[in-house]
Structure formats: C-alpha cells, structure tokens
C-alpha cells in the first residue's frame, strides 16, 4: 500500500504561482512513477504532469508546458508541482497519484490516490 498526501493547494490570482507537493509513505518511493491531475466541477479528470521513478524522464499535458514543472525529492519521499502563469480555468482539485513501474498520462494505469488539494485562480 502507498499513502499520499497533498498540500500547497490554495487561491491565486490569474498570473500567480503556487507549489504542490504530494507525501508518499509505504512503498519504496524511487519505485513510483508519480503523476498529477486535476479535476474541475463537472469536467472529467485530467493529466497535468508525470515524472519517472528516478526522476530522470518526465511528461506534460500540451496545456501545461512551459508554465508547470514536476520534480521530485526521493530523499524526502516527496514529489512536487510547480505551476506557474496560473489561469482562471485551471482551478480544480488537483490530485497526485502513484504506480509502479513507467510514468504514463492515463489516470486508469494509476494504483494510488491521494485526496486532493483545491486551487482556485480568480480572474
């Protein structure tokens, strides 16, 4: 079992920065591709970033490249989201999730899920 919990999340102006970070416990942490998604009322959930288990390979969803970078400390069993030039429709409850083996962009291939974190971006 893998626990995984957010924090960072908050409010923001259009334009503003905020840092996610997810906590992993339970499992080897540098033997998890970790991934982040979003999910806005009434929308589906959605990709935003995942980053290989050593860290060395990472992806991003078209809309948020060059604006959002993920990173990971496995010392500190701790992945983050930096996002930056925040927009209003972006807000969402952003969620961070874990699998063994490769990164991948479908939620569907992903084992754990923390409980999210909302970040909200006012116009």
């Known amino acids: 079992q893998v626990q995984l919990v957010e924090s960072g999340g908050g409010s923001v102006q259009a334009g503003g920065s905020l840092r996610l970070s997810c906590a992993a416990s339970g499992r080897t942490f540098s033997s998890l591709a970790m991934g982040w998604f979003r999910q806005a009322p009434g929308k589906e959930r959605e990709f935003v970033a995942a980053?290989?288990?050593?860290?060395?390979?990472?992806d991003y969803a078209d809309s948020v490249k060059g604006r959002f970078t993920i990173s990971r400390d496995n010392a500190k069993n701790t992945v983050y989201l930096e996002m930056n030039s925040l927009k209003p429709e972006e807000t969402a409850v952003y969620y961070c999730?874990?699998?063994?083996?490769?990164?991948?962009?479908?939620?569907?291939?992903?084992?754990?899920w923390g409980q999210g974190t909302q970040v909200t971006v006012s116009s």
């Open positions: 980053i290989s288990g050593r860290g060395g390979t990472t």
């Open positions: 999730a874990a699998r063994m083996k490769y990164l991948s962009p479908s939620s569907g291939d992903y084992d754990y």
